[in-house]
């Protein structure tokens, strides 16, 4: 029975199809049939630059190292012995 439900849109589509009516044949008779009109030219704007804000983020391996790192590693001494 879920199956059929699940069918139905497309059985329905087949359907419509088989009478030989077509979804949407009039809206696009309609659109077909319709004047288009010539749009005039647009007016070059001005774009202003965007500036940008240099954010230092760490990102990546970065940021993994970063959030890893709990002290830096250890100073190397020369013992005299």
């Known amino acids: ?9 497309a059985l329905i589509l087949v359907a419509v199809l088989l009478a030989r009516r077509y979804p949407g044949e009039r809206l696009i008779v309609r659109l077909a049939g319709s004047p288009t009109r010539v749009r005039g030219r647009a007016r070059a704007r001005v774009v202003k630059p965007r500036t940008r ?26 013992v005299a012995g």
Not at 63 to 75: E, G, I
């Open 1 to 9: 029975m879920s199956g059929l439900l699940h069918l139905a849109p």
């Open 53 to 78: 804000i240099a954010v230092l983020v760490p990102r990546g391996g970065l940021l993994l190292a970063r959030s890893l790192a709990v002290r830096p590693p250890p100073a190397m001494t020369l």
